[in-house]
Structure formats: structure tokens, C-alpha cells
């Protein structure tokens, strides 16, 4: 059994199998997904998990070297975007229907609980050395 970080069995294997410049997607429960990348879907309840827990966990497990949201969660959700800017190291916006273009692209989306508007990340994969 493992000591500590994400328990999910197939959470856990997709993020081992990204490598440098893989994108994921840390997704609220509406984005629309669509077919191409690997979807682990966490979504229990409206709110459970959250982004911020999901993200805090994956952010424990990878190295991230740049994200992405949508310019509108400024505006539209002024909290998610002040807890995206403190935990990433450099954060880029682009217009909400570029971003739900660039989903098709990646290679991982988790899809969490959470029902705020534009709460959605999109992570690159660094190296730890």
C-alpha cells in the first residue's frame, strides 16, 4: 500500500505515464471533454472533490512548468483565480473557447466535482532536474 500522495489506482497510472511537455487538465464537473484524451472522472457531488483538492494532490505528485485557464475565470471567479496563481509557477489566459480547444490536445483530463465557473487548469509537465 503506498504511504502518502493520490490512492487512486488509475489516477496513479496515468500520471506515470507523462512525460515532459504532456498537458492534463484539471477540469470542473461542466467543461465538455472531448474524445481523444484519457479521462479519469473523480466527480462525486456538486463540489466534492474540489479543484483546489484535486489539484493540490496532482501538484504534490508531478513537476509543472507552466499552466493555462481561460482569461474569463478573472472576472467570473476571482477566487479560483487567486488560488491558481498562488500554487503555479507561471499561469497564461487564453479566451474560454481556445481553452476548450486546447482539451483535445492533452493527454490526461481529471474531471473533479467542482460547479464555479471557468474553475478548469490546464498543466505542462516539467522535469525535476
Same mark, same amino acid.
Given at each position: 500500500m503506498k504511504r502518502a500522495g493520490i490512492l487512486h489506482a488509475g489516477l496513479n497510472a496515468e500520471l506515470a505515464r507523462l512525460g515532459h511537455t504532456d498537458e492534463l487538465v484539471v477540469?470542473? &464537473? +461542466? =467543461? /465538455?471533454?472531448? %474524445? +481523444? /484524451?484519457? *479521462? #479519469?472522472? @473523480?466527480?462525486? $457531488?456538486? +463540489? *466534492? /472533490?474540489?479543484?483546489?483538492? *484535486?489539484?493540490?494532490? #496532482?501538484?504534490?505528485? =508531478? #513537476? *509543472?512548468?507552466?499552466? @493555462? $485557464?481561460? %482569461?474569463? $475565470?478573472?472576472?467570473?471567479?476571482?477566487? &479560483? %483565480?487567486?488560488? @491558481? !496563481? !498562488?500554487?503555479l509557477p507561471l499561469v497564461d489566459r487564453v479566451a474560454h473557447e481556445e481553452f476548450k480547444a486546447r482539451v483535445a490536445g492533452v493527454r490526461l483530463v481529471i474531471r473533479t466535482g467542482e460547479a464555479t465557473p471557468y474553475a478548469n487548469v490546464l498543466l505542462r509537465c516539467g522535469v525535476p532536474f
Open positions: 477540469a470542473d &464537473c +461542466g =467543461l /465538455p471533454i472531448p %474524445a +481523444g /484524451p484519457a *479521462v #479519469v472522472d @473523480l466527480a462525486f $457531488v456538486f +463540489g *466534492v /472533490p474540489s479543484l483546489l483538492q *484535486v489539484l493540490d494532490a #496532482v501538484l504534490a505528485e =508531478l #513537476v *509543472v512548468e507552466r499552466a @493555462l $485557464v481561460a %482569461a474569463e $475565470v478573472d472576472e467570473r471567479n476571482p477566487r &479560483c %483565480a487567486a488560488a @491558481l !496563481t !498562488t500554487r
